[in-house]
């Protein structure tokens, strides 16, 4: 199995008529044609590469000597270099066809020609057979381990932290469970396994950050709660991505990962009582201290999409996890409805909602003073006084349910909500059914958080 390596100038190169890329062609014109339609743009990238960082030195070109020409090489691993190569020295190999692939081999001409490769580093094989091993090595795959054994993308973000000094998202919350004391040690040794790209794609949306009490602040997973509370929607979150039933098919739009979102319990939320007095990041080993409660300020109002923009009852955003069947469907409904289209059954959808979760908090926590003959208003009045005697609630929070329930006149009232079902004169408003639900958000989530 001999070889040898040696500097070969590039015009010495031919390409591999018989390049197992594609059918056996008749010429070095015809194979870099069909290079050409082969790869198209992605030899633009590979010449763009070569432009800004030359040749890979760890990876010669393999070549045995032409048949009939002493003075020239065949190619046998590498044509996809030298083809971009001879393009960048002579753009004009590319066909007047491929207008864009052209202009675009011309302007990296002008840059490479600034310093151009002269010498190619190849390794000559004294045959095609002596080469063919490792040829074969290179593209089929890992081969039980004798072959090249990719990187995973959590094996790759190492890669980019060490070297680049960055880490990713994904990187930083597996570091963070694997430190954490409070971490299952199931969860744990398997945490090499959690396709961290998956995880990526969560800790990037805004509202998974929002759920589990972390953000992000230049390139730094960060939170302002114990170590212990932020564990319990990240263990979560990787112990459903190690599941086999489990795929990026759950998360990978925007309204999957809301729906995701829903199937995080009160016991994987973090106790948000539980804030520090400033923020830390999770590949940091230190904490701030826990507030003082004396001198704790308020805590900020929680921002809300805007009414104007939002075309549905209830926000995307919004994550209620309903433990009944039926009004969880109902709840997914009020966020999917089009209220320029479906105002009304929008409206009526909103009454049954605000009734089917009275009456399952009632089965729950019955009142003495609510029978089955109870107007859906006094219902309302009677679960919030119930919620507000058990300090669940303050007053002023309960305020959108206690106008809904006293003020028959109010656009806000539940008689409103009853003229919806049967006047037929009387038309829904949707931003007042959106401002309604804001008014009551938190109201419900508290019941079914309770339910």
């Avoid at 009020?334 to 009734?355: M, P, Q």
């Avoid at 109870?374 to 309960?398: N, Y």
């Avoid at 009232?413 to 004169?425: G, Q, R």
Wanted: charged share 35%.
């Amino acid at each position: 199995m001999g070889y040898t390596r040696k500097l070969i100038d590039l015009s010495l190169l031919n390409i591999n008529i018989e390049n197992p890329r594609f059918e056996m062609v008749g010429n070095q014109r015809e194979a870099i044609k069909t290079m050409i339609d082969d790869q198209g743009d992605k030899l633009t990238k590979l010449a763009t590469d070569i432009v800004e960082e030359g040749l890979n030195p760890g990876d010669p070109i393999f070549v045995v000597q032409h048949e009939k020409k002493e003075d020239q090489f065949n190619i046998l691993e590498g044509n996809r270099r030298a083809t971009a190569l001879k393009l960048l020295e002579n753009p004009d190999l590319i066909p007047e066809t491929k207008k864009a692939l052209l202009n675009k081999f011309r302007k990296l001409s002008e840059e490479y020609n600034k310093s151009p490769i002269d010498k190619i580093n190849c390794v000559l094989f004294e045959s095609e057979d002596d080469a063919e091993h490792w040829i074969e090595l290179k593209h089929t795959g890992q081969n039980d381990g004798i072959g090249t054994v990719s990187w995973d993308a959590q094996q790759k973000a190492r890669f980019d932290e060490r070297v680049k000094g960055t880490s990713s998202y994904a990187l930083q919350v597996i570091d963070f469970l694997h430190k954490e004391s409070t971490v299952e040690k199931d969860i744990k040794s398997k945490l090499k396994d959690v396709k961290s790209s998956s995880l990526q794609r969560l800790v990037t949306d805004p509202d998974f950050r929002r759920v589990a009490g972390i953000e992000i602040k230049d390139g730094k997973v960060r939170t302002k709660f114990e170590p212990s509370e932020i564990a319990k929607p990240l263990s979560k979150a990787v112990r459903d991505l190690l599941r086999k039933d489990f795929t990026v098919k759950d998360i990978y739009y925007k309204d999957d990962r809301l729906n995701y979102l829903e199937t995080f319990k009160k016991t994987d939320l973090p106790d948000k009582t539980q804030e520090l007095a400033g923020n830390w990041e999770l590949i940091s080993t230190t904490r701030p201290k826990k507030i003082d409660p004396k001198k704790a300020k308020k805590a900020k109002k929680k921002s809300t999409t805007l009414i104007s923009k939002r075309k549905t009852i209830i926000p995307k955003s919004t994550i209620i996890p309903i433990s009944q069947p039926r009004v969880n469907k109902i709840y997914h409904e009020l966020k999917d409805l089009d209220l320029t289209d479906f105002e009304n059954s929008g409206a009526i959808t909103f009454r049954v909602f605000i009734e089917l979760t009275l009456d399952t908090y009632l089965e729950t926590f019955p009142l003495a003073s609510v029978n089955d003959s109870s107007k859906l208003s006094h219902k309302l009045k009677s679960v919030a006084k119930d919620l507000e005697t058990k300090k669940i609630l303050p007053k002023d929070k309960l305020k959108g349910a206690y106008t809904a329930s006293t003020m028959k006149d109010s656009i806000f009232s539940i008689n409103t909500y009853n003229a919806y079902v049967h006047n037929k004169d009387f038309h829904p408003d949707p931003e007042s059914l959106k401002k309604n639900w804001d008014n009551l958000e938190i109201f419900f989530v508290k019941i079914w958080e309770l339910i």
